[in-house]
């Protein structure tokens, strides 16, 4: 009975270690998340910023994860500082115009088919895939 009990359990044992082996991580892409927030606020194009109005959670260091469909976070971490856009293409001639919000985070994810931002526990906004500046996931605020 001492050698069939080692026997028995070595299948089992195998089985185990490459079931393990089949959970390994999966592959992740480099992207970057880009939120425009469109908040129409007065200021030089370039600067720091952060969202104004009912878009102030929108700020350097506000708490973000990009969830998958299903809600399963896929990465966090913490906006990194706004930088103010132009609003219009057309040159006012002016140092301050109309502006939006832009935050540029870099994350590593996996391949899902649906993206979506999570800032400070607020709702969660629909990332969409766009390569025109690299690979990135992108979203405007409101949509």
Do not use: K, W
Request: overall charge negative; glycine content about 6%.
């Amino acid at each position: 009975m001492r050698r069939l009990l080692p026997a028995l359990l070595l299948p089992s044992l195998l089985t185990g270690a490459l079931a393990a082996c089949g959970d390994a991580e999966e592959a992740r892409s480099a992207m970057t998340v880009r939120v425009l927030v469109r908040d129409i606020n007065i200021r030089p194009a370039g600067v720091e910023c952060a969202g104004t109005g009912p878009y102030t959670h929108f700020h350097n260091r506000a708490p973000f994860q990009v969830v998958d469909a299903a809600g399963r976070t896929l990465a966090e971490g913490a906006l990194s500082p706004g930088r103010s856009v132009a609003t219009f293409a057309e040159d006012l001639e002016v140092t301050r115009v109309p502006t939006y919000c832009e935050f540029a985070v870099p994350v590593d994810l996996a391949a899902r088919d649906a993206y979506r931002l999570v800032v400070d526990g607020h709702p969660p906004v629909d990332l969409t895939p766009n390569d025109s500046e690299g690979p990135a996931l992108v979203a405007v605020v409101p949509s």
